[in-house]
Each structure stands twice: as C-alpha cells, then as structure tokens.
C-alpha cells in the first residue's frame, strides 16, 4: 500500500514556505491599512479645515469692515456739529442742519459735465466766511508740499475724508475742494496751497452735480496776506 505521507524534508521546507507567505500577507494588509486610513483621515482634516476657513475669512473681512464705518459715521458727525456752529452764528434762527446730506442722482455716463456755480444765498456766504478763517489759521505758517498732507490735515479740522475731493495742481501746488453742503445747501470750498498758507474760495455748487464738476474762473493773483 502506498504511503500518501509526504518525506519529512519537503514537508518542513513546505509548511516554513506557507508560513512565511502567510506572515508576508498579514504585514502587508497591516502596511496597507494605516496608510489607508491616514489618506482618509488627511483627506476629511482638509474638508473640515476648508469648511471652517471660508466662514473664519468672512468673519475677518466683516470685522474689519465694521471699524472703518463707524469711523466714517463719527467723522461726518464731527463735521455736522462744525457746520451747525458756524450756521448758527451767522442765522440764530437757525437751531440745527440736517442729518443727512442730499444725494446727488447716479450720472447715466461717465464723462463729467461741467457745471457754472450757483449763487450762494446770505446765510451760506456768511457760514463760507467762517470756513474760510477756520481753515486759514491751521494752515498759517505751515508748508503742505503734497495733496496727502492738505488732505490730513483738512481731516484734523473735523472734515470728513468723504468730503475731500482731489483737484489738478495749481502751478505745482496741491488744490482740493470740499463738499460742505448740508441738507439743501450749495456751499462748497476749493482749497489752494499758496506756500506757508492756503487760499479758501468758497462757491456754490448745483445739488445734483459734484463740487469736482463746477467749473471755476481761475484765479490768476495770489492773496498777498
């Protein structure tokens, strides 16, 4: 009768064959694992950090938004209260201004047109006056070589940056003009460099044009005091 028993030799040489595939096949599903699960877990990291950037980012943006509003309020408040001052100083009729300035009408096109000024009435002539020394005196004495340094200092007089508008040079000297009107009013100022000392002229402006689009006779002399 033939024996089915393999020679002990073969049969160890097999069975440490099998032994070593089996522990070869355990280390690899353990090696395939953890990367697997290492990809998955990098993967939904990266969502939830995506998903919790975008809303963190808006937060930023709004944040940051909110401080240059309420400084744009408080300056135009600071500026109203100057502009009720110097109007009731010249009508004691006059208790208050309005809150709010007239919005000018959105233009259909973006090319300016010039305007011709309008007559100011007495009461915005006599507030234009007060305007007029308020600004001289800062600027007496001291030099405003760039349009920047008007602008700045044109805000520490409580003048809204809002209201500061940006004029060609006038023989290399920085001009602005600013938008003073109030409620119905036309009043607006154009402020010239003169060295050492500004130039204030007061004119009135249409409602529904910007104090950039009133066309000016130039002035060709300057003050001498």
Not at 3 to 22: D, E, H, I, Q
Request: proline letters at 8%; aromatic letters at 4%.
């Amino acid at each position: 009768m033939r024996s089915n028993l393999f020679p002990k030799p073969l049969l160890t040489a097999a069975l440490g064959s099998v032994v070593v595939l089996a522990a070869a096949g355990t280390q690899s599903a353990h090696a395939a694992t953890p990367a697997s699960t290492t990809t998955t877990a990098s993967a939904a990291s990266a969502r939830a950090s995506a998903a919790h950037a975008t809303p963190r980012s808006s937060a930023v943006r709004t944040a940051r938004a909110v401080p240059a509003v309420t400084r744009a309020r408080v300056a135009e408040a600071r500026f109203l209260e100057l502009a009720s001052l110097f109007a009731q100083s010249c009508e004691p009729r006059v208790l208050s201004v309005p809150d709010h300035v007239a919005s000018a009408p959105t233009p259909d096109h973006t090319l300016p047109v010039l305007a011709d000024p309008v007559p100011l009435t007495p009461t915005e002539e006599c507030t234009a006056q007060r305007h007029q020394a308020w600004i001289t005196k800062a600027f007496s004495g001291k030099e405003t070589a760039t349009y920047e340094q008007m602008r700045d200092r044109l805000t520490t007089l409580r003048y809204p940056g809002a209201r500061i508008y940006r004029m060609p040079n006038f023989a290399g000297e920085p001009v602005a003009r600013l938008d003073v009107r109030v409620g119905a009013d036309h009043l607006a100022l154009e402020v010239t460099d003169i060295g050492h000392g500004v130039m204030v002229r007061a004119f009135g402006a249409p409602q529904d044009v910007s104090v950039t689009e009133v066309r000016l006779k130039p002035q060709l002399d300057r003050p001498t005091s």
